[in-house]
């Protein structure tokens, strides 16, 4: 048995109406075409589906620009600073 040709057509939008909410819309069989997958297998009229969407908005996280670090702090405490000169050679005092 051959089935007689059909065009399914289904539609949906999405609109962000806040950072956290979203409204879904959604219509199956847009065009409230009969047809048949298999022979005497019914599938469903136009459908119409809404929804809305919550997703708890994500706290921001403020960006902080590194500074190049100018001299003074180039030589902090982790730097190994030369020894104060006394004018005698080392080991001999």
Do not use: I, K
Not at 21 to 38: I, S
Request: charged share 20%; proline share 6%; net charge positive.
């Amino acid at each position: 048995m051959t089935l007689d040709a059909y065009v399914l057509a289904n539609l949906s939008a999405r609109w962000q109406v806040t950072p956290s909410v979203t409204l879904v819309g959604r219509v199956e069989n847009l065009l409230d075409e009969q047809y048949e997958l298999a022979h005497t297998f019914n599938t469903p009229d136009r459908g119409l589906y809404v929804s809305l969407r919550y997703a708890a908005a994500r706290p921001q996280r403020r960006r902080v620009r590194a500074r190049a670090p100018d001299a003074a702090a180039a030589a902090g405490a982790y730097s190994r600073q030369p020894a104060a000169s006394t004018g005698a050679p080392m080991g001999h005092d």
